[in-house]
């Protein structure tokens, strides 16, 4: 499965960005994690497509918005209310497994997009 990002971008504090990522396969779970510099990948929110449950950090629950199309194969993160702590490179992850509880490290994805940049400026 190859997943392709896109809509980062550059914003001010207080504002909003939308990315989508688009998987050229079927998965169980899509998601989204994020990697400022020198930090570790974080888990920022992920699907799961047979219920439609929906996962959050604690980091960006009430502001981000995870939602797609399994049909389609996409997945997007609505991102409201912005901080600069938000920035980093976020990527979308996708895997096949079926399995509980949800993967909610990024050794669990097995398939990953190519990152898009975000950056929130004070």
């Known amino acids: 499965v190859q997943l392709q990002a896109s809509g980062g971008g550059l914003v001010q504090a207080g504002g909003s960005l939308r990315l989508s990522c688009e998987a050229s396969g079927r998965s169980v779970y899509m998601g989204w994690f994020r990697q400022a510099p020198g930090k570790e990948r974080e888990f920022v929110a992920v699907i799961r497509w047979s219920d439609r449950r929906i996962y959050y950090a604690d980091s960006v629950k009430d502001r981000f918005t995870i939602s797609g199309d399994s049909a389609k194969n996409t997945v997007s993160l609505q991102m409201n209310s912005l901080n600069p702590e938000d920035t980093a490179t976020y990527y979308c992850?996708?895997?096949?497994?079926?399995?509980?509880?949800?993967?909610?490290?990024?050794?669990?994805?097995?398939?990953w997009g190519q990152g898009t940049q975000v950056t929130v400026s004070s």
């Open positions: 992850a996708a895997d096949s497994r079926i399995r509980l509880p949800a993967p909610l490290k990024s050794d669990g994805f097995s398939y």
